[in-house]
């Protein structure tokens, strides 16, 4: 499971978009809502669009069966609005948690929660 996740965190780093299928079901929920691997390819395309430098650093995680909690330091400089905020040169870092769900290898259950608070107050200056 250790290496499942240290690949996807790296995947998501490299931008490698199209190995998602290696870490993620066809089918899955993502903060309770139904979602397909492909809109999750999308929403995450759409995050670099407007931040292409986004990186995802791992400071904690946790791991107990079929389930990974993970704790991020994210940083990146948006260049086009994001998240309903303009852009202002600044590069920022926030928090975000996720919890997966993990069978048959890959993730069909996804939460997390993004600092968007943080983000507005770097971005508001």
Known sequence: ???LFREYVAALNAH??????????DEM?????PMSR????????????A???LTWRTRDVAIEGG????????????VHPWLGLAPNGTTVEYVE???????????????FLLDIASIREQLMF
């Open 1 to 3: 499971m250790n290496v």
């Open 16 to 25: 490698a978009f199209e190995r998602m299928s290696e870490f993620m079901h």
């Open 29 to 33: 929920t993502v903060n309770g809502r």
């Open 38 to 49: 492909d809109q999750m390819i999308v929403e995450l395309r759409s995050h670099i669009a």
């Open 51 to 53: 931040v292409p430098d």
């Open 67 to 78: 389930r990974v909690a993970a704790h991020f330091l994210n940083k990146g400089t948006p």
């Open 97 to 111: 948690h996720v919890f997966h769900r993990v069978r048959d290898g890959r993730f069909y259950e996804q939460n």
